[in-house]
């Protein structure tokens, strides 16, 4: 069941003649679209995007485009196929926002805007090795959400993208902090900050309030002392937006990094048992987890009878799949020809998420677990 969209209000906009709304209504078909995201219905939120961007005549289409796309790649870091779509619906942005600045240094609106543009630009250029451009963009994010809220402390919501902006600036790469004293454009970092930041969105912002708890939580993980909290922070959000998938496979594995093997099984169930049962691709993904869980109750025969349920959606349609879920995919199958005695067959697969990970991202615990796994067999 959705949660706090009506139809008919939903409808209603979608139909009304633009002439018919104001400023606040563009705002509030935005607020019920960022609504539809969180519940996952992607579908809906596209129909939300295109009447704003045919119809408002400031680019908060262009601005909810690119959310949209974050929102994707988050799940999917080595998705391609948004590249012209971000770079399009910043390049809109900004032609928009720059020009107002240039009229006026304290235009709150221009500040917010630009300041979103160069976020989606600098998370671009980041997953791209791109650095030198993301932390040009990541400074200029900065200054110009710091800007916005200086100008109309009312604008909460510039703190979510600040908060994460703070946090990766200040969690960079180690080879990349090592130079930082020689790059003068990688922005300032300040964790203590970031948190804040997203805890204030939290608490009162507009329509990103339960973006930034999604985004406090994966920051909390970080710190193992924290995860309890993450963990808590996950189960509100998949109490209060049940249809989201996405939510409910984050707890799942949030679960199996504190190694709550019962407990996340106990998900698992509570997952495969709900209103709107998953489909696959994402049912094979939940199975990963349960099959490691399986595997840390030492329960090798459910393990293995689990594992051999993901293999066609494994072995078919891989290239459609998060690369994140196809190396958990890997490291698992690896490590339980490992505890079947298929040592040969398993130092390939360790070998082959080692060459996977020259090209593209791969989780550093993945990457360490595979040299281990060179090194010695995988035992429970």
């Known amino acids: 069941m959705k949660l706090s969209i009506r139809p008919w209000a939903f409808f209603l906009f979608i139909l009304l003649p633009a ?22 219905d992607f579908e809906d939120a596209a129909l939300i995007e295109q009447r704003l961007l045919e119809d408002s005549e400031d680019p908060v289409g262009h601005i909810f485009a690119l959310n949209t796309i974050i929102t994707h790649l988050t799940w999917d870091e080595t998705d391609e196929s948004y590249d012209d779509q971000l770079q399009y619906h910043a ?41 030198y451009k993301a932390g040009r963009r990541g400074t ?16 909460v919501d510039a703190k ?20 930082s004293r020689f790059l003068w454009f990688i922005p300032s970092g300040n964790s203590e900050k970031s948190l804040s930041y997203l805890r204030d969105v939290i608490a009162s912002g507009d329509q990103y309030q339960d973006v930034a708890r999604y985004i406090y939580a994966t920051l909390l993980l970080e710190d193992p002392v924290l995860r309890i909290e993450a963990e808590e922070q996950l189960r509100a959000l998949v109490k209060h937006y049940p249809d989201n998938k996405r ?10 990094m504190q190694d709550d093997y019962e407990g996340t099984l106990n998900a698992m169930t509570a997952y495969l048992n709900s209103d709107s049962p998953p489909e696959e691709p994402n049912l ?7 099959v490691r869980a399986y595997m840390g109750l030492k329960k090798i025969e459910l393990a293995n009878q689990t594992f051999a349920e993901t293999d066609e959606v494994f072995d078919v349609s891989s290239d459609e799949l998060p690369g994140w879920s196809v190396a958990w995919h890997k490291l698992t199958d690896g490590q ?21 990970a020259k090209s593209t991202y791969v989780n550093e615990v993945i990457i360490e677990a595979a040299k281990s796994g060179l090194l010695s067999p995988y035992t429970l």
Request: hydrophobic share 45%; with cysteine.
């Open 19 to 40: 002439k018919l709304l104001a400023d606040d209504a563009y705002l509030a078909l935005e607020r019920e679209g960022t609504l539809l995201r969180l519940q996952g």
């Open 91 to 131: 390049d809109k942005v900004l032609d928009w926002c720059e020009p107002k600045l240039d009229h006026n240094r304290r235009d709150a609106k221009a500040h917010y805007y630009c300041g979103q543009a160069n976020f989606a630009l600098a998370y671009f250029h980041g997953l791209k090795g791109s650095y």
């Open 140 to 155: 200029n994010c900065i200054e110009h959400l710091e800007a916005a809220l200086e100008a109309d402390p009312s604008l």
């Open 160 to 179: 979510m993208h600040l908060g994460v902006s703070y946090y990766v600036a200040d969690n960079l790469p180690p080879f990349i902090k090592m130079f």
């Open 247 to 256: 939510f409910q496979l984050r707890l799942i594995s949030v679960l199996m």
């Open 284 to 290: 094979s993904l939940a199975k990963i987890w349960q």
């Open 336 to 356: 339980l020809h490992d505890l079947a005695n298929n040592r040969e067959r398993a130092r390939a697969i360790y070998e082959e998420i080692l060459e996977i």
